[in-house]
């Protein structure tokens, strides 16, 4: 029987226990329907070796060693991964475009006894729905952006917000990446398409009725772009301007980015990519900075002769209403819980 996903709603798989990916290891990581679990049917090699049979020999051989190989995976699954389920579990299976990888895993489950459907359409009718939402339609949501200079703390506002029972969207977070070229963290970005679905499924969690917090951020969060629909959105909503002292964001770069500093040659490693935007002598500089451990110092430099100078320039193109600018004397726990606050008022005015 055919599943027919008709919407991204968090409750619309909610009649499976589990959703499967049959498809590759390198398919599912990246992207997948959001829950689901991956038991490939074909490893990425294996895919890679059948695709080639199809295209230069046989269509037939390879659907015949295909099929061998389906076979023996799912057989490894259901004695492993599936050795615990009852008769009445309930899976969602689905591959690529609901094809052949889907249904034949489905097949054999079937036959087990267990309720089994395959998504129609396959991983391509989720990614449809995803695409529509952030590319095609008109966003049903408002936003309020928080803007300021580098090391202004607007990313942990942003949670302090949540915390206090605002909305907030955090792309940074669903990017992975801090939207500078120091601002990579640990782990690699997402793919493209999974920080979609990640935007899309955090979307799908708010209310279009109330405004939703973000921060001002380039269309381009690391190598992960804004989607248009949600960039459109955000272009056109008011900001609130946070404005820190130059000591106090000092202060709270050093500890946001304590992560990237307790690794001087990574961090030296970054620094000198900044040769080909600012001179060869400011960089020594940074880097003098780094070796001696004066991190502070070297957050305030790097804002004060980069960063701030970047956000002036970006600032200029944008045409947002400042609904207001607050002032803050410093950026500790209490501070940002404070800001909070303050943006939530005039979150209720508006």
Same mark, same amino acid.
């Given at each position: 029987?055919?599943?027919?996903?008709?919407?991204?709603?968090?409750?619309?798989?909610?009649?499976?226990?589990t959703v499967i990916d049959v498809r590759s290891p390198a398919e599912f990581a990246e992207d997948h329907v959001p829950g689901a679990i991956n038991l490939p049917v074909m490893s990425n090699e294996e895919r890679?070796?059948?695709?080639?049979?199809?295209?230069?020999?046989s269509a037939f051989r390879a659907r015949k060693l295909g099929a061998a190989i389906v076979a023996r995976n799912a057989a490894d699954h259901i004695e492993t991964h599936l050795s615990g389920k009852d008769g009445a579990w309930q899976p969602l299976v689905y591959c690529w475009r609901g094809g052949q990888r889907s249904g034949s895993f489905a097949s054999?489950?079937?036959q087990i006894g267990w309720r089994t459907e395959v998504l129609e359409g396959g991983y391509r009718s989720y990614r449809t729905q995803v695409v529509r939402m952030l590319y095609e339609d008109a966003l049903p949501h408002s936003f309020v952006?928080?803007?300021?200079?580098?090391?202004?703390?607007?990313?942990?506002?942003?949670?302090?917000?949540?915390?206090?029972?605002?909305?907030?969207?955090?792309?940074?977070?669903?990017?992975?990446?801090?939207?500078?070229?120091?601002?990579?963290?640990?782990?690699e970005q997402p793919s493209q398409k999974m920080f979609e679905s990640r935007l899309a499924q955090a979307l799908m969690q708010l209310d279009p009725?109330?405004?939703?917090?973000?921060?001002?951020?380039s269309s381009k969060i690391g190598e992960r772009l804004i989607p248009a629909s949600v960039w459109k959105t955000m272009r056109a909503a008011p900001r609130i301007d946070i404005a820190a002292s130059l000591e106090a964001r000092a202060k709270f770069l050093t500890r946001d980015y304590a992560d990237v500093l307790e690794?001087?040659?990574?961090?030296?490693?970054?620094?000198?990519?900044?040769?080909?935007?600012?001179?060869?002598?400011?960089?020594?500089?940074?880097? &003098?900075? @780094?070796?001696?451990?004066?991190?502070? +110092? $070297? !957050?305030?430099?790097?804002?004060?002769?980069?960063?701030?100078?970047?956000?002036e320039r970006s600032r200029a193109g944008r045409e947002?209403?400042?609904?207001?600018?607050?002032?803050? &004397?410093? @950026?500790?726990?209490?501070?940002?819980? +404070? $800001? !909070?606050t303050r943006v939530i008022a005039l979150l209720d005015q508006g």
């Open positions: 029987m055919a599943f027919k996903l008709d919407n991204l709603r968090s409750d619309a798989l909610s009649r499976f226990d890679a070796t059948i695709g080639t049979i199809y295209v230069q020999e054999i489950l079937s952006l928080l803007d300021g200079n580098t090391g202004s703390g607007k990313t942990a506002i942003l949670h302090a917000l949540k915390a206090q029972g605002a909305q907030m969207l955090d792309l940074e977070g669903l990017a992975n990446h801090r939207g500078s070229l120091l601002g990579a963290m640990h782990d009725s109330r405004p939703i917090v973000a921060e001002a951020e690794n001087p040659s990574r961090m030296a490693e970054r620094l000198d990519k900044l040769r080909a935007l600012c001179s060869h002598q400011r960089v020594e500089q940074w880097l &003098e900075f @780094l070796r001696q451990g004066k991190h502070e +110092q $070297l !957050a305030a430099d790097l804002m004060q002769h980069h960063y701030d100078r970047g956000y947002n209403t400042v609904l207001a600018t607050l002032q803050t &004397e410093g @950026l500790e726990p209490s501070d940002i819980a +404070q $800001l !909070a």
